[in-house]
């Protein structure tokens, strides 16, 4: 039993120090511009829509998108990598970081860490289908979820709770950009113009984030409430329901340039993330 709990530390040490390793770092960090990427491409054909165009403002077009470009494929696949390095970073930050701090803080740092690990997880799976030749409708998805949840009291309340937690994580990137808090996560900012052009593309980005959330998290509630699964059809479906608004074609512009801007902090901030 002794010698199976020492594999066991040997293994989880193992573990820990291949984390740390600078390589795994870099990898990981790629993750954050890969995710940069992906939103850059939504907010230009969000651009596209606002102006009378169409398109998925979403992951599945976003990556339909970089898939029917020439070398798409090495993006795809450079996404895919990225994303699962950073996704495995943040596992490897909830098992091993945080430890000597206080509880609370710890195991709220630690689950922050899981949240974003499935988070990135997620969109790399998405890169790795497309990158593979295959295909996804987020939209549909996000609808067939929304239908099946519909189908008892117990799921239904928790469309709700659901939508209620994407609004508040909506509000939290508002809050995040409004106050500049993400320069926190930064380990220097640069001196200026750069570092100016950071904080407003930072703070930009953010606001814009957190409305389209807040718009998804709002429109999983209405589904419910409605009991029709075709109100929820994920993030283009959020941001289409933008247009039907007073000034709604301004609106969506605005936004989708925030997510132009959310794109670009993203990239600009694989380098200088805290790791």
């Given at each position: ?26 990898a990981a960090r790629l993750g954050f511009a890969a995710n940069g990427l992906m939103h850059l491409v939504i907010g230009f054909i969000a651009v596209g829509i606002a ?91 996000t609808s067939t979820f929304t239908s099946t949840l519909m189908t008892n009291p117990a799921g239904a309340v928790l469309l709700i709770v659901l939508g209620a937690a ?55 509630i209405v589904a419910t409430v409605r009991a029709d699964p075709e109100d929820s059809t994920g993030l283009d479906g959020a941001l289409k329901s933008l247009q039907e ?31």
């Amino acid at each position: 039993m002794a010698d199976l709990g020492g594999h066991a530390r040997k293994i989880a040490d193992g573990a820990e120090e291949a984390a740390d390793s600078k390589a795994f770092e870099t990898a990981a960090r790629l993750g954050f511009a890969a995710n940069g990427l992906m939103h850059l491409v939504i907010g230009f054909i969000a651009v596209g829509i606002a102006m009378g165009g169409s398109g998925s403002a979403d992951q599945s077009g976003a990556m339909g998108q970089l898939a029917a470009q020439p070398g798409g494929i090495f993006l795809l696949w450079f996404g895919f990598l990225g994303c699962v390095a950073l996704a495995l970073f943040q596992l490897s930050e909830a098992a091993f970081a945080w430890n000597g701090r206080e509880s609370k803080e710890k195991w709220g740092r630690k689950l922050k860490a899981i949240g974003q690990a499935i988070a990135y997880a997620a969109i790399g799976v998405t890169f790795g289908i497309y990158a593979l030749g295959g295909s996804t409708d987020s939209g549909q998805t996000t609808s067939t979820f929304t239908s099946t949840l519909m189908t008892n009291p117990a799921g239904a309340v928790l469309l709700i709770v659901l939508g209620a937690a994407v609004i508040g994580i909506g509000g939290y990137y508002v809050y995040k950009g409004a106050k500049r808090k993400f320069l926190e996560d930064l380990q220097r900012v640069p001196g200026r113009p750069w570092g100016t052009a950071v904080k407003v593309v930072g703070a930009v980005g953010y606001c814009a984030k957190g409305v389209a959330l807040a718009v998804l998290g709002l429109l999983f509630i209405v589904a419910t409430v409605r009991a029709d699964p075709e109100d929820s059809t994920g993030l283009d479906g959020a941001l289409k329901s933008l247009q039907e608004q007073p000034f709604g074609a301004l609106v969506l512009g605005v936004i989708a340039v925030g997510l132009i801007a959310y794109g670009i902090y993203s990239i600009v901030r694989a380098p200088l993330e805290k790791m």
